[in-house]
C-alpha cells in the first residue's frame, strides 16, 4: 500500500494538531487507554469524523505497531460549499454530487472530466467515498488540485443548501423516464452519479428536483459512472455554450 498514510497514537494527534488535511481516520475498537481516549477527544473537538473498526482492518493497512489508529491524509485542501456557492456568480454553475463512488479511479476519472468541462465542484460524504489518494491523483491526471472538492457530513444537506440557492439537482438514473438529451440543463444544475452496484439512495432521489437517464440500446444496460458522468457533462456543456 502506498504511504499516504501515518499510524500510532501520538503521531496522528501531533497530524491533528499540526492542521494536516485528514481524510479518513480508523480506530480500533475497544481501544483501551488514556492516550486513545485523548485521541479521541481531539477528534470531536476537532470535528473530524472517524471509523471504529476491528483490527484485522488495520492490520491490513500496515504490519507496522499502529497502536490501534491509522489515518489517511488528503493531498488536497476540501473547500466548503457555502464559500463556492457565494462566490458563484455570472456564467452558470455546474456541481457533480457523488453518491457512494468508492473506487478512487472512478472518483479521479470523474474529477479529470470536471474539469475539462470547468465544472464548478465536486461534492462528496465524509463516509462511503473514494479516499482521495495517489490513485486518485494520479488518474484524474492532476485535476484533483484544480477543482473544489467539498467533503459533506450528509449529502442530504448540501442538496437542501444548493436547491436553496436555486441550483436544479438532477438524479442520474437508469430508472428515470426523462432522457438528459430531453432536459432543459442551460441554468445552474447539479447531478447526482450513483454507485454501479447500487445506485443512488432513495432519500437522494426523493429530494432530486428530476430524475435523468442515458439512452442504452445495447446488450449492457449500465455504463461504468466515469463514463455516465462524463456524457452527461458533456451534454451539459453542449446546451450551455452551444443552444
Do not use: W
Not at 13 to 18: I, Y
Not at 87 to 93: A, L, N, Q, S
Request: hydrophobic share 45%; proline share 4%.
Amino acid at each position: 500500500m502506498k504511504k499516504n498514510f501515518i499510524y500510532g497514537l501520538h503521531p496522528v494527534m501531533e497530524a491533528v494538531k499540526s492542521g494536516k488535511q485528514i481524510d479518513k481516520i480508523f480506530v480500533q475498537n475497544n481501544l483501551k487507554g488514556q492516550a486513545s481516549q485523548n485521541l479521541l477527544a481531539l477528534l470531536r473537538e476537532h470535528h473530524i469524523p472517524y471509523k471504529i473498526v476491528p483490527v484485522e482492518k488495520l492490520n491490513k493497512m500496515t504490519r507496522d505497531n499502529h497502536q490501534g489508529v491509522v489515518a489517511f491524509i488528503s493531498p488536497v485542501k476540501f473547500a466548503s460549499l457555502d464559500e463556492i456557492l457565494e462566490k458563484t456568480t455570472g456564467k452558470p454553475v455546474t456541481f457533480i454530487l457523488l453518491d457512494g463512488i468508492t473506487d478512487p479511479r472512478n472518483f479521479g476519472a470523474i474529477v479529470r472530466t470536471a474539469v475539462a468541462v470547468d465544472a464548478t465542484g465536486i461534492v462528496f460524504s465524509e463516509n462511503n467515498s473514494a479516499p482521495v489518494n495517489e490513485d486518485a491523483v494520479k488518474t484524474s491526471a492532476g485535476g484533483i488540485f484544480k477543482i473544489p472538492l467539498i467533503k459533506v457530513k450528509h449529502l442530504k444537506d448540501a442538496i437542501f443548501l444548493l436547491q436553496a440557492y436555486g441550483i436544479k439537482v438532477y438524479a442520474a438514473t437508469e430508472k428515470a423516464q426523462q432522457l438528459v438529451y430531453d432536459t432543459n440543463l442551460k441554468t445552474d444544475v447539479a447531478v447526482i452519479m450513483g454507485s454501479e452496484g447500487k445506485g443512488i439512495h432513495k432519500s437522494l432521489l426523493a429530494l432530486s428536483d428530476e430524475s435523468i437517464k442515458l439512452p442504452v440500446p445495447g446488450e449492457i444496460d449500465s455504463l461504468n459512472v466515469s463514463v455516465a458522468c462524463g456524457v452527461i457533462l458533456y451534454e451539459i456543456v453542449r446546451q450551455q455554450l452551444y443552444l
